[in-house]
């Protein structure tokens, strides 16, 4: 049974940068593409940025574009989100998710099979 294990979130001040790793085990890693999520106190959860299998193909919601890069290796069955500009909003809980999909529907939750348990990223003024 495939398993998803977020690290690197925490608290950073506005403008810095952190980066967050989802390590993947007891799952063929390089089959799914992989996505980040992220929900913030009492919003819905929303997608941020998706990869394909290859890492060929990318898709980032425009709020993240030029901040935000997604990136996987998989040899390390790891997906990676580097965040830079951090802004007060995005302030949330982010998941990965993994899932037989591509880039026209990386953006709908329902579109991944697996789901990590979250990591908390505080930005702070």
């Known amino acids: 049974q495939g398993q998803l294990a977020e690290h690197g979130g925490g608290l950073v001040q506005a403008g810095g940068s952190l980066r967050l790793s989802c390590a993947a085990s007891g799952l063929a890693f ?5 996505g980040w999520f992220r929900q913030a106190p009492e919003k819905e959860r929303e997608f941020v940025a998706g990869i394909s299998r290859s890492g060929t193909n990318t898709h980032y919601i425009d709020s993240v574009k030029g901040r935000f890069t997604i990136s ?3 040899a390390k069955n790891t997906v990676y989100l580097q965040m830079n500009s951090l802004r007060l909003e995005d302030t ?11 880039v026209p529907t ?12 979250g990591t908390q990223v505080t930005v702070s003024s």
Do not use: I, K
Request: a neutral charge.
């Open 30 to 34: 390089s089959y799914y593409a992989m």
């Open 72 to 74: 996987r290796d998989n």
């Open 92 to 102: 949330a809980v982010y998941y990965c998710a993994g899932g037989s999909t591509f």
């Open 106 to 117: 990386m953006s709908r939750p329902n579109s991944y099979d697996f789901w990590g348990q």
